[in-house]
């Protein structure tokens, strides 16, 4: 395949035009929003719409109808000839299937069709999607249900559009299949415990939801040379492969310059997302050669989830028109950084306020400091639901390799606040807050920086980032869902927890005073009992990881089964059920697919890993042991003496004798997993450390065979694409 470069760009100027003004004009030009529906819907159904999608009200299916024929006509109107009711199922990818608009009349004709029935429910045959022992295969039948708050968008594909509908996915019991439907259940506790608690601190707001902007980071390769490694395009990772003479030690990728082809690239991903209303906002380079990244401005936590969908598709989609290939993968490349997805999470009301936002003095802001501590108390007390809630085999390779946050969870809480928290634990109230200062940069010319409160911290899982938390573990295919339903979820719990405290101190008392009293003795116990979560040192050291499980009885799940059998401990569901999230059965079949996608994932590597060595690697050895052997004839054809071939044969006759070994040791490992009872654990104990050998042998063997019988792309053609 040829890479497709970007049209010339003729001679070198900026162009000549306002390309700003364009991209004002095209923002959300393929979502049915808020403002196409004003237009558009008569206004006593555009009312009754945004009660739901900016109150939370029922949706009024009285008005499906209207809503279904506005939104057909501007999607004929704009090239749609299908529509289709686009979900998020667990396996963490999205799903659709088309329906045309089109259908057939009495008199031989056809008619463009689109009933408020079809926008509002639809039945895909939930069979072929993971059910996790919910339901037998035979009992098929699911339900999509529409989403009014996450706008209806068009995916364009050569000259015509397919009208994409956010919807739900529920089993014909009513069982949330998908991971939309938590989440929408998760905000709706978290709305009811802070709105409760808000009432309480004197603040009067109709409704709180969760934010989130996430930031995205992924690598680029040549398109050409992604094809012709079965590792990348089976299992999105390379499986084998030395490191390169090359790697990110100079540290000077990241914030790089970008190259040309994928400046490009970048503009075409930004316009698409632009027009489906994805407000992208940062792109960068990222450590390691070859990684950018993309961040958004956050939204409202249920369409911001459903935006990174659209932003992961977009960005493999359009990787394939400019010749690349985008990787979502959270470990592609061995001995370099990883990919995750930065979820910034923060509560925000409908007045504007943001529940995490500290002020310059935090020491005084009750209302901060209440929610803030809530949420430090959520995470330690759910260490091993947050864990889990990023429980992949691809992350495996991330957490704790001392490029991305460890497996154990802390909160980060920076220089200021922990000294307010420190105060608070200490004396039972904090009277000051550290300043946050000025920096002099020492030349006369430079101004003066207002410098922030605290420092950042990138070894930590868990940070507070100024006003919002920061969950630097989640990975970087992932949906952020679930993190994100566990976040809210836990958030609730710790809210109502200190919320029904505070009543039980203030009895019928509220005056300002009493109130005030009450939260810091809250907060106070609160903080005292779940300090051991916050460190603020360097989370990749190992004396951090012996601290944090010896002296502080912290976590250290550092596999996905030991993550994920956490899902189902009573306190967890409990959580869950006792806020509507999640029933014990939802939980339990969660876990099931999720250590089944984990047991597949090792499996498919596996075999892969055992079919490159085999077919591609054993073989290229072997050519160049002939050659060798060629060679030495040749030599002493012409009677000249020897030049050590038996000391280079011999040489990579060794690895080739480890490399047959491994895989004898592979085949057992993978034979005895599909043996065991736990299958996911086995494929940890077992057959990740066989993979591992099998691939060291390759690796050597690379480090041997000429180049020009190497079967595969190296790490060197693969990390810098231009
Ligand atoms: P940082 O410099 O800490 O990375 P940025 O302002 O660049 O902070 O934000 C990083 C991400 O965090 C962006 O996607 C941004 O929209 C998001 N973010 C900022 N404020 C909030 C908030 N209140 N809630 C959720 N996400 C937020
Ligand atoms: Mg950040």
Redesign the pocket.
Known sequence: MTPTLPPPNGALRVPARNVLRDVEKAFGQNTFGLAEMKSRLPKSVYKRLTATVERGEPFDETVADAVALAMKEWAVERGATHYTHWFQPLTGRTAEKHDSFITPNAGGGAVIEFSGKSLVQGEPDASSFPGGGLRATFEARGYTAYDPTSPAFLVEHNGSATLCIPTAFASWTGEALDHKIPLLRSLEALNRQATRALALLGEDVGRVTA?????QEYFLVDGALFEDRPDLLVAGRTLVGAAPPRGQEFDDHYFGSIPERVMAYMNAVEAELYALGVPV??RHNEVAPGQYEF????EDANVAADHQQVMMMTLQRVAKRYGLACLLHEKPFAGVNGSGKHV???M?TDTGL?L?DPGDTPHSNLLFLFFCTAVVQAVHLHQDLLRASIATAANDHRLGANEAPPAILSVFLGDQLSDVYEQITAEGKATASKASGFLGLGSPVLPTLPRHAGDRNRTSPFAF????F?FRAVGSSQSVSFPLTVLNTIAAEAIDDLTTKLEAKLGRKRSKKAVEEAVQEVITESIREHTAIVFNGDGYSDAWHREAVEERGLLNLATTPEALATLTADKNVAAFERYDVLTRAELESRQDILREQYALTLNVEAATTESMAKTLVLPAALRYLMEIGEAAEAVEDLGLDTWGARETAGGVVEHVNALRTALGALAAARAAAHEADDEAAAMTSEVVPAMATVRAACDALEKEVPADLWPLPTYRDLLFTG
């Not at 961040?295 to 956050?298: K, R």
């Open positions: 934010t989130c902007g996430s930031e906002a940062t961040a958004p401005v956050f910034n999470w923060s925000s943001n995490l980032t100024g006003n919002k920061e």
